[in-house]
């Protein structure tokens, strides 16, 4: 079974911390993505990497970047974290292969709540 | 750009009954995705639909996909209770491209079933 995880469930910070959410997946996929939720909007992406080192902008990058330095491991960093921040934030990973296989597996979520 | 809306946002149906909740996406789109997820969890994937007529079923649950129309719908019969969740559909354009899969979800539909 693939395993996406997420370092923290609930994470509360104040207003200009600088914050890191961690997602780590077991199955050597090549995409990883990170979303937003919000009540009325879905899952807005934020940025996504294709391979080690490469990323894109999603949809909503303001205010976020990311880093991936292993396959495995993908970081949303909030450089100075503010109350329009405060969501729902959901990793995914998928196989950069064909087929079916673009299906995105996702990990349980971080929700935060910024102060 | 593709753009997905979902309705009904909120559904309330008795046990029993049948209805209908409707995705419709504004271009192309070369794989429809359903989701389903419980409070405070993760998304659970529930269907992929990748061709025109597709056609899915699992339990309770069957999905459909209309190319021509750019309109996926997920019919429930005689809802019970264990079906109360939010429902999201997502389309997924170019995916072996430089997309890398990129999903673009719907609002989601809030779905409650009563006795």
């Known amino acids: 079974d693939v395993k996406v995880t997420q370092s923290s469930r609930y994470l509360v910070k104040r207003t200009g911390e600088k914050v890191f959410l961690e997602c780590v997946q077991d199955?050597?996929?090549?995409?990883m993505f990170w979303y937003r939720q919000d009540p009325g909007l879905g899952l807005r992406l934020i940025y996504f990497?294709?391979?080690?080192?490469?990323?894109e902008k999603g949809d909503i990058p303001e205010g976020y970047s990311v880093s991936r330095e292993k396959k495995e491991r993908f970081s949303l960093i909030l450089e100075s974290a503010s109350t329009n921040q405060t969501s729902m934030y959901l990793c995914?990973?998928?196989?950069?292969?064909?087929?079916?296989?673009?299906?995105?597996?996702f990990g349980p979520g971080t929700r935060l709540t910024v102060t | 750009e593709l753009k997905v809306e979902q309705n009904p946002l909120f559904l309330s149906m008795q046990e029993g009954k049948n209805y209908t909740i409707y995705c419709n996406y504004s271009?192309?789109?070369?794989?429809l995705y359903w989701y389903r997820q419980d409070p405070g969890k993760s998304l659970e994937s529930l269907f992929v639909?990748?061709?025109?007529?597709a056609v899915k079923q699992e339990g309770r649950l069957m999905a459909s996909l209309d190319t021509k129309a750019r309109l996926s719908t997920l019919h429930i019969t005689a809802a019970v209770h264990d079906l109360s969740a939010t429902y999201f559909c997502?389309?997924?354009?170019?995916?072996?491209?430089?997309?890398?899969?990129?999903?673009?979800f719907g609002q989601g539909t809030i779905l409650t079933v009563h006795p």
């Open positions: 995914a990973s998928s196989f950069e292969a064909g087929g079916d296989s673009y299906e995105q597996y």
């Open positions: 199955m050597d996929h090549e995409n």
């Open positions: 990497s294709y391979d080690v080192k490469m990323k």
């Open positions: 271009t192309t789109s070369d794989r």
């Open positions: 639909l990748l061709s025109n007529g």
């Open positions: 997502a389309g997924q354009r170019d995916a072996g491209g430089t997309s890398y899969g990129k999903l673009t």
